[in-house]
């Protein structure tokens, strides 16, 4: 109830009792407007005042008059006039207990929560009736300073009873909305205008939420509510709650269908929100919070835009909430102040993030000195618009529009972009073929399929890895089937020969590219140029632009260079002395088996290493972190075009940034009792690796690699990301290759065997030795020989290796002794699935 109906409800009220009796019909019909269920809650309060104050007469004369409207109208009977004196003085007695606890705990749920969940009996339409007329009275009769008190409390009853879970959802709406109105007439707009904005906008989120009356009317009076609140709550004074409010004003826009509203509103609150991205918010969980609103906010966007036929701008708006992830996490404290930028912009960005913080403290102490005056915060939002406008300078990420997406593909090349919303999830089909994207809908139950299928998947790989492994083909064939991904792919241009998948959320754990098509065929199989991957469409353009600038002639192969085999390493992973070719775009530097446990990595790294001149491997005991950060190490590390990581890999899902690359000297049995617990990622029940002694995500976001072309993750779990956290979803390792100037890079989904994967990885570096550097073509080729080959075959194979020493293939022939000739040992998905190409 807004202040200026309530006032109207008023100046009703006062005219019929004072009007000649007999005239009273006519005053209503001439009111129509205002005979509505709040005005009558409004003669019940009015009535309650008139019997404290002696006039019983004129209190039933109103009553009389509620009752014969209620019949009218057609309106539920009122409540706490029919309950008995004794039910009345239970619902008061719990009222006076509740809003008591509220007090002493300054609203604290773990105190209110429990006493509201033992009274479930007294949370109805009585007590929300109750709580409005003893309110009222209270308010009233007290001084001014005892009124704001009661008010503020109970506004913070109001919130803890729309947010809890028990009792009747409908009736403890009622009582919030009851709590809320009443405020308003103490937190006038005038006199304290924050407190009478923010009632306002708690106001209406109750009002969209609220489950009685007519929904048109109450989305009409939460839009109200929440225009009000924005009227005090300008970008200017107030951004962080300008944003919130124009959020819950566009989710109502939405709900009554009024989309173009909507459309607008979003729109100034994404405005809103990017302002503020640059700025430190302090604490995991608030940080969490935060990002799941402002990730929301952007879905919400999407959705009005396919709403009213914006698709390319839908595309855009997905771009922009994933950019701006990205953005928050490179420029969180932990990072920014090391990452590979120019002093200068280090400085600038330091400063002003400084001068941020002082202009917050000075405006929070005013505000503490005058706390119903709003104070000039002017000077704030300049330092903002000049922090946005560094970061997005310094890292270069302005919004992706749709038409430069559309203009980097070829004609034989599409983007399929998963999305997920609230009740379904769509697929985006990008191609030159049309100008407009193709937009594939589930229904709600496939989504309800999706997560049951995932949670079922995720459950059975870290519970039971090997009844995972040997039924994930039957596994992918259900999620197939969940996808649709037959009538997505009908959607696809016949012309495209290649295809770019951009997952979304738990999608990206999952190897699409080796979803089945049909008994024998994979998806890889329907494009013939290769499948790979992207966090999205603007790191895409990142590695296209970087992928550019890089050589596109083929590997030499050994055989035609006259290339040596390797000869011993020298410490510290000094170059090779070598003849034979040489290029400037075939520098490889490798880590090689670090941890020493890893039987056949180095059979992998030293055949692979076999084409690249100059050469710098890291072998066991040398590839330490030290080592990576002296010189000249560092600058051959750093200056590399082809980097290959053959070692174990882990993701932290608690903390993405500490994700890592396992490296030589880092695992410890017992850590010191006064050593900083982050530091340290738990391996095995006695085993903990120290995360200073790893290439971690954190370090791979500081790194610097203007030359590098393919970055190979040849370790378990590499392309994992917290799939089931919206602000992270693709936050990982890949993501940050690619932020330090990676073109491509091939990573892992799952623990992958040393095995199977070092056979593949030789064979991955074959296909690049014989194509033009297109590295998805490279892999898909090699997972698709690998799946199909026998065991014969891949003898034959082996013989004709001129890379590899007799030593080296009698160790491979010797595992492969464990199959028929005819047998295809790695035919099943988890021995070549894992392993994606993302980026160019």
């Not at 064939?477 to 991904?485: G, M």
């Not at 994992?720 to 890079?745: K, R």
Request: aromatic content about 10%; proline content about 4%.
């Amino acid at each position: 109830m807004n202040e200026q109906r309530q006032q109207a409800y008023l100046d009703l009220i006062e005219r019929l009792l004072n009007c000649p009796s007999g005239e009273e019909p006519e005053i209503l019909q001439a009111n129509l407007d205002l005979l509505d269920a709040e005005f009558l809650l409004m003669l019940e309060a009015v009535a309650e005042m008139k019997v404290q104050q002696g006039n019983e007469n004129t209190a039933n004369l109103l009553r009389n008059l509620a009752n014969r409207l209620r019949e009218a109208l057609n309106l539920p009977s009122p409540t706490a006039g029919n309950i008995s004196e004794e039910e009345l003085q239970a619902h008061l007695q719990f009222l006076g207990k509740v809003l008591q606890a509220t007090a002493e705990s300054n609203g604290d749920a773990q105190v209110v929560y429990p006493l509201l969940a033992n009274n479930t009996q007294y949370l109805n339409l009585n007590l929300a009736e109750l709580l409005r007329l003893w309110a009222t009275n209270k308010l009233a009769e007290v001084e001014t300073d005892v009124a704001q008190f009661f008010a503020a409390v109970i506004v913070e009853f109001s919130n803890l009873i729309q947010q809890f879970p028990l009792g009747d959802k409908a009736s403890n709406m009622e009582i919030a909305i009851a709590g809320y109105e009443v405020v308003l007439t103490v937190f006038t707009r005038d006199a304290f205008p924050q407190d009478w904005a923010s009632t306002q906008n708690n106001l209406g989120n109750a009002y969209s939420d609220r489950i009685l009356g007519e929904k048109a009317q109450n989305l009409e009076m939460a839009i109200a509510s929440f225009s009000a609140a924005l009227s005090v709550l300008t970008r200017d004074a107030f951004p962080q709650n300008h944003a919130d409010t124009l959020f819950n004003l566009g989710i109502t826009y939405q709900d009554a269908q009024r989309f173009t509203d909507a459309y607008t509103t979003f729109k100034s609150a994404i405005e809103t929100a990017e302002l503020l991205r640059g700025e430190i918010v302090s604490g995991e969980e608030s940080k969490r919070k935060q990002a799941e609103e402002w990730n929301a906010l952007y879905r919400c966007m999407v959705e009005v835009c396919l709403e009213l036929k914006k698709s390319t701008e839908a595309i855009e708006y997905i771009e922009r909430s994933k950019t701006r992830n990205l953005v928050e996490l490179l420029f969180s404290p932990e990072l920014y102040s090391k990452l590979a930028i120019p002093e200068e912009f280090k400085n600038q960005l330091q400063q002003l993030q400084q001068d941020i913080e002082k202009e917050k403290h000075r405006i929070e102490q005013a505000e503490k000195s005058n706390p119903h005056d709003i104070v000039n915060r002017h000077q704030l939002n300049q330092l903002r618009q000049k922090g946005e406008q560094l970061i997005t300078r310094i890292i270069g990420l302005n919004p992706i529009r749709y038409d430069e997406i559309y203009n980097l593909l070829d004609r034989e090349t599409a983007i399929i972009q998963f999305y997920i919303f609230g009740n379904c999830f769509r697929a985006f089909i990008i191609t030159r073929h049309k100008e407009q994207p193709e937009i594939w809908q589930s229904e709600p139950q496939d989504l309800e399929k999706l997560w049951d299928w995932i949670v079922e998947y995720l459950q059975l790989y870290y519970g039971d890895k090997k009844h995972w492994r040997f039924s994930l083909n039957d596994q992918l064939s259900k999620l197939a089937e969940i996808l649709h991904i037959q009538e997505i792919l009908s959607l696809v241009s016949p012309q495209c020969k290649k295809v770019i998948l951009i997952p979304n959320l738990y999608l990206h754990l999952l190897p699409l590219h080796a979803l089945p098509l049909s008994s024998e065929e994979y998806l890889i199989d329907k494009f013939p140029n290769g499948v790979s991957y992207a966090p999205s469409c603007q790191l895409w353009r990142v590695t296209q632009n970087k992928a550019k600038t890089s050589s596109h002639t083929k590997l030499p192969h050994p055989a035609l260079t006259g290339t040596p085999l390797l000869s011993k390493e020298r410490g510290g992973g000094e170059v090779l002395n070598t003849t034979g070719y040489d290029s400037p775009f075939r520098h490889l530097f490798a880590i090689q088996n670090p941890t020493k446990d890893l039987d056949f990595t180095d059979i992998e790294v030293e055949t692979i290493a076999a084409a690249f001149h100059p050469r710098h491997i890291l072998k066991k005991n040398e590839a330490t972190a030290a080592a990576l950060a002296e010189p000249p190490t560092a600058e051959n590390f750093r200056n590399a075009n082809w980097l290959h990581f053959s070692c174990h890999g882990y993701f932290n899902f608690d903390s993405p940034e500490k994700s890592a690359l396992q490296l030589a000297a880092s695992e410890i049995s017992r850590r010191r009792e006064d050593a900083e617990t982050s530091r340290y990622l738990r391996i095995s029940r006695d085993t903990e690796i120290d995360l200073e002694n790893c290439l971690t995500l954190k370090d791979i976001f500081q790194l610097s690699l203007p030359n590098c072309r393919l970055v190979t993750l040849s370790a378990c779990e590499t392309g994992l990301v917290d799939g089931l956290n919206i602000s992270d979803e693709y936050i990982g390792l890949p993501s940050g290759f690619i932020c330090a100037g990676a073109a491509s890079i091939v990573s892992a989904l799952w623990a992958v065997d040393d095995f199977s994967t070092a056979l593949l990885m030789i064979k991955f570096y074959e296909n690049l030795q014989t194509v033009t550097q297109n590295v998805p073509f490279a892999l898909n080729s090699a997972q698709q020989w690998f799946r199909r080959v026998t065991q014969r075959e891949l003898l034959q194979w082996l013989d004709g290796k001129t890379d590899m020493n007799a030593q080296q293939k009698q160790k491979v022939k010797e595992r492969l002794e464990n199959y028929k000739p005819e047998e295809r040992p790695f035919k099943q998905p988890a021995f070549w699935a894992a392993f994606c190409a993302v980026g160019e």
